[in-house]
């Protein structure tokens, strides 16, 4: 499709095709609609060394499925996935040894775009004021406390998420 929406859309195949060439398998018919499978708390993943190939059963559950995902960051050696219920982090050197853990609960970004790497280290605004997190230190570590008051002043503002930028 070319614009991004909850509309259906269909494929046409040629009477000729082999429906069963196809993962999933193409119906009898010759021509399919469209489905959507939402999950917004959902990572998916590729073959090795295959980007472009995405099986439709390689993906990882991020926490809670109430709690969509708000932004991702790779560091180095892991990937850090911000909810709005905490922050996790995936880890592994392939798709046999992916390991996920909660990093912090009590962090939760309060502007996406606020996000920055620096250092192999992720700085961001959160519920907690300005934080870091590595992959060395573990958990998150506020940063601001002692320019606190004028970091929470500009959450007032009506158009604070979109506005911040890292």
């Known amino acids: 499709s070319r614009v991004l929406s909850d509309v259906s859309f269909y494929v046409k195949r040629g009477v000729s095709t082999n429906p069963a060439a196809f993962n999933p ?10 489905s959507n499978t939402t999950a917004p708390n959902r990572i998916y993943y590729s073959k090795v060394s295959q980007p472009e190939a995405v099986p439709a059963i390689n993906y990882i559950d991020v926490g809670s499925k109430d709690s969509p995902i708000v932004r991702i960051a790779a560091l180095r050696n892991s990937l850090l996935i911000f909810k709005t219920d905490g922050i996790y982090r995936i880890s592994g050197t392939d798709t046999s040894n992916f390991v996920l853990n909660l990093e912090d609960s009590s962090a939760i970004i309060t ?3 606020s996000l920055a790497i620096l250092n192999n280290e992720i700085y961001f605004l959160s519920t907690q004021g300005a934080v870091v997190v590595s992959e060395s230190s573990g958990n998150p570590r506020v940063i601001s406390r002692d320019i ?19």
Do not use: C
């Open 25 to 34: 398998k193409l119906p009898g018919t010759n021509t399919e609609v469209s």
């Open 111 to 113: 502007a996406p775009d």
């Open 148 to 166: 606190e008051d004028l970091i929470l002043k500009p959450r007032t503002f009506a158009s604070y998420q979109s506005a911040t930028f890292g």
